[in-house]
């Protein structure tokens, strides 16, 4: 007991965090790659960690519309930051869950269009979590964690690959 005392006064003597002090979407920026559910991401468990990796993220860049911008209004910036971020990404995410299972598959592009029209066709991207980069945190840009859901996660995808090879 005195020793985790102990630790405790040194984590918080020199300002370090405490596990219920870690904001969980910390935990996601930079992450790209197979993770669970974006419903069970707490602090601190890592994306990469559960059992059941059904879900692809990556980070996107996304711009607000420019009438959005004129307007200087941030609840319009901020949501047509998030569609753009989405809606511009979407196909490179996908194209990055194909490349997960096999880097090659990126020199043979009528085979990637085959993948994403077989497997992803009806599939749609959903956000994770946004944040604004533009100039005095405005969403005039933003950075969000997008992913796409394949049951069966990773090794489900590559048998499915090669059933179509």
């Known amino acids: ?16 965090k405490t596990s219920s002090e870690i904001n969980p979407h910390d935990l996601v920026w930079g992450y790209s790659g197979w993770g669970v559910s974006p419903n069970k991401i707490q602090n601190p468990v890592n994306l990469s960690k559960e059992e059941k ?8 860049g996304g711009k607000a519309l420019s009438r959005a911008i004129e307007v200087d209004s941030h609840s319009f910036m901020e949501s047509t930051c998030k569609i753009s971020a989405l809606k511009d990404n979407h196909d490179k995410l996908i194209t990055q869950a194909i490349l997960s299972v096999n880097p090659k598959f990126a020199q043979d592009s009528a085979f990637l269009k085959k993948a994403k029209d077989s497997f992803f066709d ?13 100039t005095g945190e405005k969403y005039s840009t933003c950075d969000c964690v997008i ?5 069966g996660g990773k090794e489900a995808l590559e048998k499915s690959l090669q059933s179509l090879k």
């Open 1 to 16: 007991m005195k020793f985790f005392l102990f630790i405790l006064i040194i984590f918080n003597t020199f300002g370090c």
């Open 53 to 60: 990796l059904e879900y692809f993220y990556m980070v996107a």
């Open 122 to 134: 009806s599939k749609k991207s959903e956000l994770a979590y946004c944040r604004p980069t533009g």
């Open 147 to 151: 992913y796409i859901n394949y049951e």
